[in-house]
């Protein structure tokens, strides 16, 4: 079900100061960021992730990309293992923890870490490049589970996607 590829539309961590304290890394507000899930061998699996400094949907500089190994490590959590090419400092691990996804869209919540830090976030991710419209049908839901994390998303960073370049 998560396999293929996904933009980031809406993200948790932005750099902001709230009631959780300051989202210093502002990780979810990447211009461009897209994940592609694919399988390279049987049974190994990558997230080939492109995405470019900046902010406000406005990229700095070229195209930076990772490829993490990932797998499932729980139900519903998919673990990215970076190998020492893909990360200045290993180990360096996330869990995407998949909360709900229906058709197009889908929220994942996040966390990370290596030995210099942990970070975590929350995306609200599409199938397709977006400017922050989200179907009308599906925006209630969207709201009502992103409330059962605590999360709003208005108080949410957008990221428009519209013109950014698909990667390969």
């Known amino acids: ?8 539309v ?3 961590s932005c750099g902001q100061e709230d009631e959780h304290g300051v989202w210093a890394g502002a ?29 406000d949907s406005v990229c700095v500089g070229d195209p930076l990309v990772t490829a993490p190994q990932v797998y499932w490590s729980s139900p519903g959590v998919l673990r990215h293992d970076y190998p020492q090419s893909e990360a200045p ?3 360096q691990i996330e869990d995407w923890k998949w909360l709900w996804i ?8 996040w966390c990370g870490s290596n030995p210099m830090l942990e970070y975590n976030g929350a995306f609200v991710l599409s199938r397709n490049r977006s400017d922050g419209t989200i179907p009308a049908e599906l ?19 957008l990221t428009d996607s519209t013109n950014c370049v698909v990667e390969p």
């Open 1 to 8: 079900q998560v396999a293929g590829d996904w933009w980031t």
């Open 10 to 12: 809406y993200g948790q």
């Open 27 to 55: 990780y979810d507000w990447y211009p461009c960021s897209h994940a592609r899930f694919f399988q390279v061998e049987e049974g190994e699996w990558i997230n080939n992730t492109t995405y470019c400094a900046g902010s």
């Open 89 to 91: 400092v290993i180990p």
């Open 102 to 109: 229906s058709g197009d869209w889908s929220i994942v919540v």
């Open 139 to 157: 925006e209630p839901e969207i709201r009502e589970q992103l409330a059962l994390y605590g999360m709003s998303l208005d108080t949410m960073c």
